[in-house]
């Protein structure tokens, strides 16, 4: 019968220590601008949620949803320029 014990080291031989890599980081601030005009547009649906909606709440969700998708779309056209450029 084999022991299990001497896989055990090979399979956590990389400890886990809670921290993002600088990969992830990175990815986390090129998409920082996304996450933060994601948090606009929910912040301006929520405080719509208890009240009539008047036309300055209407005009402040048309423009944060108009900055998610800019944002997405900056985000995407790096994304493509990056892979480009570095297969090149």
């Known amino acids: ?5 001497a ?18 980081l990175d990815a986390i601030e090129q998409e920082l601008p996304l ?10 649906q929520i405080m719509i949620l208890d009240r009539p ?11 944060a949803r108009h900055r998610v998708l800019t944002a997405r779309r900056n985000l995407t056209n790096c994304a493509g320029v990056a892979r480009a450029g570095g297969a090149a």
Not at 8 to 24: K, L
Not at 35 to 44: F, M, N, P, R, W
């Open 1 to 5: 019968m084999k022991s299990i014990a």
């Open 7 to 24: 896989l055990h080291a090979a399979v956590t031989a990389v400890p886990f220590d809670g921290e993002p890599s600088a990969a992830e």
């Open 35 to 44: 996450i933060l005009a994601e948090v606009d547009l929910l912040d301006a």
């Open 53 to 63: 909606v008047t036309e300055l709440d209407a005009r402040r969700i048309r423009r």
